[in-house]
């Protein structure tokens, strides 16, 4: 089942972001332990303004979620896209319609908030382990973000 992100479901977000961290397999000593708060904050936020999406196993677990914020245009703060921030999908349900079903429903969102001129466009990324080919569903390749020192 796939709904909206209720304030209820955030302990269980940050658990399941700490195991999204486990699951990145970057070694790396800049992760520590994580500030609990800081990330709540950031949850709040992007459930104040963005669309934030949980995908729930029949045991009403979290086992998959799509967080968005909206952020303002860096040159023209009249230009607001929503940006995603995290699309994870528990291990045992990646080869599953769970993420293709979050997106579907992150897309059918973001639309009304364009019809609405709430925003310009919205964002998805895509990891190097994502299966899903974004350019069916809509999507421009745009950029590409790599890492270093980490």
């Not at 599953?96 to 609405?116: F, P, S, V, W």
């Not at 990891?127 to 899903?132: G, L, M, V």
């Amino acid at each position: 089942m796939i709904r909206n992100l209720e304030r209820s479901d955030y302990d269980q977000v940050v658990e399941k972001l700490i195991e999204f961290t486990k699951q990145t397999g970057i070694d790396s000593n800049v992760y520590t332990e994580p500030d609990i708060t800081h990330v709540k904050n950031i949850i709040l936020r992007c459930h104040k303004s963005g669309v934030c999406l949980v995908a729930l196993n029949e045991q009403k677990e979290i086992i998959g979620m799509l967080l968005s914020c909206r952020v303002k245009d860096i040159w023209f703060p009249e230009i607001i896209r929503l940006y995603e921030m995290i699309w994870w999908v528990d291990v045992e349900y990646r080869k599953k319609t769970t993420a293709a079903r979050l997106l579907k429903e992150y897309q059918k969102q973001a639309r009304i908030l364009m019809e609405k001129g709430q925003i310009v466009s919205y964002t998805i990324g895509k990891s190097r382990k994502t299966d899903i080919d974004l350019e069916k569903h809509g999507f421009k390749h745009f950029e590409s973000v790599y890492v270093f020192g980490e």
